[in-house]
């Protein structure tokens, strides 16, 4: 839930509101109210980690889950675990909807390699995903998982993918201590907090050129995991009047509101998912708050804007995450009748990975595993190549605005 702009000196309109949010998507039934709009949030630029922009790279075309047609294999699967229900469910809707276009396509071309995908909900719950871990791993015919998503239900789970031997790549969960649990099968298919939060605290401190910021947790991994890299990075610049921990769950953030304004800050950044960043920007405008509202990935979910409405105008949110363009965003919209949302090109991509070790042979857990170890390919959202802790061996991040 993480797990995932433009990132330049991209004009904001008079503003002073910076949103960034990233990290962790959520749906259960969206809100139908008044408060819905037309707005949508907008890719504006790649940042580094000083917070400069870097322009987005052109060259190689995506791997293509179809292949060559010709592949043969017994039959397998892959897993995908993370939120499907509950109030964090949009961004696993993203992620699987990826992972299923990518095995859709490559059945589609391959009739003698037909791969199945087996979809389990944790509703982004540490303690379900324990329960759903060992279904998983027992299965024989699934070589690889595609999860979990969030970062909380990553740790719980991890030690027993590892000990299975089953190559996980998350599409999302972005806190940076997980690839540093000794495990020999996680992979992460985009930056961590450690580069978002940095490039997300410089991007407003030495782009925007902000002198004071309130920074807001949800006590999550996640969420505490990126406010702590983004108040670090900003220093000074981090108001000690405004440094606020809620609650995942929270709905009344009045206290916050009022600590807040005493504070009159330039810009507030929130560390959590959208299911609480759309009541506390609501109730931020209401109070008469005027800073720009940053947040992250757990944020950059339609559902944000959707649930908070037009007090989200501005926002600005950060995102690991690759935008989704061109004829992927195309077929997928076709596909679902959806937009693709935050990390459904890692969905994709990470499936497509899967799915070419398969095709090359790697049949088995442990080829496998090992085929993804060893990869160097161009995805839809990036090139994937990882480091033996299974990072990316290339970070960037990128800014994206509601408007």
Known sequence: MHGRVARSAFALGGAGLLVLAMAGCNQSAPEESSSQSDLKIVEQVQIDQNGAEVKAAEGAAPADPAGDGKATCPPVSIAMAGALNGPDAALGINIVNGVQMAIDKHNAANPGCQVQLKKFDT??????????????????????LVGPAFS????????????AGLASVTASATNPTLSENGWKTFFRGLANDAVQGPSVANYLKNTMGLKKICVVDDSTDYGLGLATAVRETLGPVADSQCNISVKKGDKDFSAAVTQINGAAPEAVFFGGYYSEAAPLVQQLKDGGVTATFVSADGTKDQQFVDQAGEASKDALLSCPCGPATGSFAEEYKQKFSADPGTYSTEGYDLGTILLKGIDSGAITRPALLDFVRNYNGQGVARNY????????TTNLIWMFKVQ
């Open 385 to 392: 190549q990882w480091t033996p802790n299974g990072e990316l």
């Open 123 to 144: 509703e982004g719950d540490p303690q379900k995903a324990t329960a759903i871990a060992p279904q998983i791993v027992d299965d024989q015919y699934t070589i690889g």
């Open 152 to 163: 909380g239900e990553t740790k719980a789970t991890g030690t027993v993918f590892d000990q």
